[in-house]
Structures are given as C-alpha cells and as structure tokens.
C-alpha cells in the first residue's frame, strides 16, 4: 500500500503541473509553505462538471429494477407513472398553500393565514413521502417547478393576489383533482398488487386531503357569525 501511494502522489503532481492553474500554483505553494519542499495535494474542488456531464444516471420516465421488493416491471411502470403524477399535484397545492398564506387579507386573516401553513407543511411530508416512494420502485421522481408545471393537472393560478373565498375555493378544486386520482391510482395498486403504493395513496394522501377539505370548506359557508337569522 506504502508503495503504491508513493508512486501515485508525484504522478499526479506532475500531472496538475502542465496546466498552470491557480488551483494547482496555489496547492505547490501550500505545499512548500508547509516546509516539506514537496507540493501538498490540492485541495481545489473540480467546477463545472455538469457542463461536460455524460449520459445521466438514470432518465427520467425509466423505471430500474435496483430494489428486489417483489413487484414485476410493468407493475412498477404504472404505480411510478400515477405517482409522479400525484407528485405534481401535491407540490402543486403545496405551493398554492403558501401563496394563499402570504396573500391572504381580511378579517378571517389570521385564521387563514395559519391554517393555510399549516396545510403547507403536511402537504410538505406528503412530497417527500410520494417521492421516495418513486424512488424505491426503481423510478425518478419529478422535482423541478418547471417541469412540475408541465405535468400538474391542477388549473395554474394567476399571480395576483385574490380574495379570501377565491383561494379556499382554487384550494377546494386542487384537493378534489388530487382525491379523485387517490381513488383511481390506489385501485390500480390494488389491482397489480403494490400494495405499499395503495396503503400510501390511502392511508396518507387521501386521509390527509380529506381532512385538509374539511377544515378549508368551513371558511366559506354562509352563516351568521353574530345573531341567529
Ligand atoms: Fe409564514
């Protein structure tokens, strides 16, 4: 090992000495400054990889076969293509929650303001855990806004800041979008039997969402709030 590591070191000196970088004049100065009269192994990060990357690891939209878990490819191609789907939306109607929690104004405010926060955060939990669920079954998850944009089927809201009823309504439509694809996802899981996808879409995402609807929904019924009518 001594011998190896000793042949090695001069090489790559060498090596790094034809180019004249700064990296490379700054590591021999290191090195002689250090008083042993040899260059000291540059410490100098290797930049700008991404542009002269090779082919990538794994291409989005591919589906491996990494993890024996005991699901067949085609099984994996469906449940990795409706979760990401359901990945988009969620990013999509987490994001919304933020939106609507630094825009939201009247007297409902501060109701509003940390509700939608705190709906935010849990649909935050939901994406890591759809996410990795992708990932364990040998797929890419989606993760970009752009292409998080291109893949959401939930209607894309305008920039403008909008009234309370407005937003819990935008909300209400992103949540059933969301519910109706928990329902037809998870049957598909059932029925090629990833069972760990159907318990997911089940017993967290749609639990979850339906939840989120009841809270959301009480924000714009029409009722008294002072004298009985
Ligand atoms: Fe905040």
């Known amino acids: 090992m001594a011998t190896t590591n000793t042949t090695k070191k001069p090489a790559a000196t060498k ?9 490379s004049a700054d ?30 690891l794994q291409k989005y939209g591919t589906v491996s076969q990494r993890l024996p878990i005991g699901l067949d490819e085609k099984t994996r191609e469906q449940s990795v293509a409706n979760l990401n789907q359901m990945l988009a939306d969620t990013i999509t109607l987490r994001d919304l929650y933020k939106k609507h929690h630094w825009q939201v104004v009247g007297p409902t405010f501060y109701q509003l303001h940390l509700l939608y926060d705190k709906h ?15 990932q364990i079954l040998g797929g890419v998850a989606v993760a970009m806004a752009h292409d998080v944009a291109e893949l959401a089927s939930i209607p894309r809201p305008p920039r403008d800041r909008e009234e309370a009823p407005i937003q819990v309504s935008r909300l209400l439509e ?54 009985a009518e």
């Open 15 to 23: 090596a790094a000495a034809p180019k004249k970088s700064a990296a």
């Open 174 to 227: 992103a949540h059933q979008i969301i519910l109706k694809n928990c329902h037809d996802f998870a049957q598909q899981a059932d029925e090629s039997g990833d069972d760990g996808t159907n318990d997911l879409l089940i017993s967290e995402v749609l639990r979850a969402n339906e939840m989120q609807v009841w809270f959301v929904s009480e924000h714009v019924v029409d009722t008294p709030l002072a004298r």
């Open 27 to 56: 590591g021999v100065a290191a090195g002689k400054a250090a008083g042993n009269g040899q260059a000291g192994p540059s410490v100098q990060p290797i930049l700008n990889q991404q542009f002269h990357a090779p082919a990538p």
């Open 120 to 134: 935010y955060e849990e649909q935050s939990v939901l994406v890591d855990t759809i996410a990795e669920r992708i």
